[in-house]
C-alpha cells in the first residue's frame, strides 16, 4: 500500500519515496488516494466559543492534562506569563469547556509543569517552573471538590540558577516512592527531589544534582508518560537527548547519551516496536530540524529520520487510532516557528516500525499539546495550545474516529505541478548539516506530498 514504510525503510521519507519512484516508473498521471484508517478531527476552538482563552496575554506557556476533580475525564492547565489570571484550568461540560482559576497572581511560568497527589489527599496536584525570570519552582494544591476559590501556593524551590523547563513525576530510584526531577538550565543541571514527608509545611525541597552539563545546547524535555529503558524493572529518566538510571546505594545517577545533536528537544517514549526496549522520539524543540526515532539494536541507538520539522515543540507517543500500535504526533509552533504554515503530525504505527506520516491539522501553531480524553468518550484528543501564534486562543480536536477505509476512490493530480518539488526533495535527502533554507523547503515539499495523499 503507497504510504506504509517497512522497517527497512526510512520511515518519514518512506512515503515520499515510494510514491515518486512509483510515479517515476509508471509514468502515469493519475495518484492513487491511499486508503487511509487516519483519524478524522472535530475542531473546538475559543474562537468560536466552545472555550474561554486563558486570559488576555498572548504567551501561554505552559499545558498540564490530568483529572483535577476526580470524574474519570481529562482536565487541563494552562499558564501564561504576562497577564492575570496566570493559571487557570477546564473542565469539560457536555458541549464546551467551563474555565476556572488556579492562580490570579501574575506569574511567569516556563513551558514544562507536572502533576502528582503531592499531599497525599487523593487529588493531584500540580507543578509549574519559573521561566528566566527566576528561580522558582511552585507547586499548587488541589482544592477539590471546592474549586470556588484559587489554588494555594507552595514553593519547591526558590534558590540557585533561573528557568526551568520541564519537569517529571516518577519512581526513578526504585524505592517505592514517586520522585520530582526539573531540569534548570540557569544552573546546567537535572535536579533530582524526594517529595517530603511533610510539603504544607516543608518549606522548599532538597535538591539533589544528578547531572550537570557545561557546555553546548540547553537540555529541556522529559516523557510524559516515563518508561524502563533497561527493563530492569525500574523507570528511568529520559530527555535531554539521552537517559539517566540510577546505580549504586547513593542516589547516583549514570548519564547514557543517545543522541549529543538532540538536547535542545522534546521527548516522548513508548514500545513503537513491540518487545525490547522502549523507542525514544526527539523532536527539535525550540528549535528547527530533523526528528527522529531510536531504536535499540542491543548495542547502540539506531536512528530514524521522521522528518524536518519547525519548532516541533510539540512531542507524543500514543495510540491515537485504537489500533492497539502505538503512533506519534509532533507539532510545529507557529510564531516562532512555521506561522500560517504550522502542522501537527501524526505517524501511525504498525507496532513494527513502519509507520504511516499524516497531518492531522495544518494552519495553527501548537506549543506543548498534549493528548488527552477530553469530552470523555474513551479516545484521545488533542489540546492545541499555541503559545504566542494567534493568541490569546485555545483548539481542541475532539477524536472521530478513524477514516472508513475506500478502495474506489481515487483522485488526479497533474505530474507535472509536483515533479520539480519531488526532484528536490530526493536531492536534498544528504544527511549532516542542512542549512535552515533547505529544511524548510523539505519539510514544505514533503508536508505538500502528504496533503495530496490526504
Ligand atoms: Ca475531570
Ligand atoms: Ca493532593
Ligand atoms: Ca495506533
Ligand atoms: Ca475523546
Known amino acids: 500500500m503507497f504510504g506504509k514504510s517497512s522497517r527497512r525503510d526510512k520511515p518519514g521519507y518512506a512515503r515520499l519515496d515510494v510514491r515518486t519512484f512509483a510515479v517515476v516508473l509508471a509514468g502515469a498521471a493519475v495518484f492513487c488516494t491511499p486508503a487511509s484508517g487516519a483519524v478524522t478531527w472535530i475542531h473546538k476552538s475559543s474562537t468560536t466559543g466552545d472555550l474561554p482563552a486563558p486570559n488576555a496575554g498572548s504567551q501561554q506557556t505552559c499545558c498540564v492534562v490530568f483529572d483535577i476533580d476526580k470524574d474519570g475525564v481529562d482536565d487541563f492547565v494552562v499558564g501564561e506569563r504576562t497577564k492575570t489570571p496566570s493559571v487557570v484550568w477546564y473542565k469539560y461540560n457536555g458541549t464546551g469547556w467551563n474555565k476556572y482559576v488556579i492562580d490570579d497572581t501574575p506569574l511567569k511560568p516556563e513551558a514544562g509543569g507536572d502533576a502528582y497527589d503531592i499531599d497525599k489527599d487523593g487529588d493531584m496536584d500540580l507543578v509549574l517552573g519559573q521561566d528566566a525570570s527566576g528561580n522558582a519552582v511552585w507547586w499548587w494544591e488541589n482544592p477539590c471538590p471546592d474549586f470556588g476559590k484559587p489554588w494555594t501556593r507552595r514553593l519547591i524551590k526558590d534558590s540557585g540558577g533561573r528557568k526551568h523547563h520541564d519537569q517529571s513525576f516518577g519512581d526513578y530510584d526504585g524505592d517505592g516512592k514517586v520522585e520530582f526531577v526539573t531540569w534548570n538550565q540557569g544552573d546546567k543541571k537535572l535536579l533530582f527531589y524526594n517529595i517530603p514527608g511533610d510539603p504544607k509545611t516543608a518549606g522548599p525541597w532538597m535538591p539533589s544534582p544528578i547531572y550537570q552539563w557545561s557546555s553546548g545546547r540547553e537540555r529541556e524535555g522529559f516523557p510524559s508518560i516515563p518508561v524502563d529503558i533497561d527493563l530492569d524493572g525500574r523507570l528511568d529518566i529520559v530527555g535531554g537527548g539521552r537517559w539517566f538510571n540510577k546505580y549504586g546505594d ?15 528537544t522534546q521527548c516522548a517514549a513508548g514500545q513503537l516496536v513491540k518487545g525490547g526496549r522502549p523507542e525514544v522520539v526527539f523532536s527539535p524543540g525550540d528549535m528547527d530540524g530533523d526528528a527522529k526515532w531510536y531504536q535499540w539494536d542491543g548495542e547502540k541507538w539506531v536512528a530514524h529520520t521522521l522528518r524536518p520539522v519547525l519548532h516541533g515543540h510539540t512531542c507524543e507517543i500514543r495510540d491515537v487510532d485504537q489500533d492497539g500500535n502505538l503512533d506519534i504526533m509532533i507539532g510545529e509552533m507557529g510564531d516562532p516557528g512555521a506561522g500560517d504554515e504550522a502542522n501537527i503530525y501524526i505517524w501511525y504505527g504498525d507496532g513494527a516500525g513502519g509507520f504511516e506520516e499524516t497531518i492531522a491539522w495544518h494552519g495553527q501553531g501548537i506549543h506543548e499539546g498534549k493528548f488527552g480524553d477530553f469530552d470523555g468518550d474513551g479516545d484521545l484528543d488533542i489540546l492545541l495550545k499555541p503559545y504566542h501564534h494567534n493568541a490569546p486562543r485555545l483548539d481542541i480536536l475532539l477524536n472521530a474516529g478513524p477514516r472508513k477505509v475506500s478502495l474506489d476512490r481515487w483522485q488526479r493530480y497533474h505530474i507535472g505541478a509536483i515533479m520539480p518539488d519531488i526532484c528536490a526533495a530526493i536531492q536534498t535527502r544528504r544527511k549532516g548539516a542542512i542549512a535552515r533554507s533547505c529544511l524548510r523547503q523539505r519539510r514544505a515539499l514533503s508536508a505538500k506530498a502528504i496533503r495530496l495523499a490526504g
Not at 547513593?250 to 535542545?264: A, L, N, V
Open 250 to 264: 547513593g542516589g547516583k545517577f549514570r548519564e547514557h547519551p543517545i543522541d549529543e545533536e538532540m538536547t535542545f
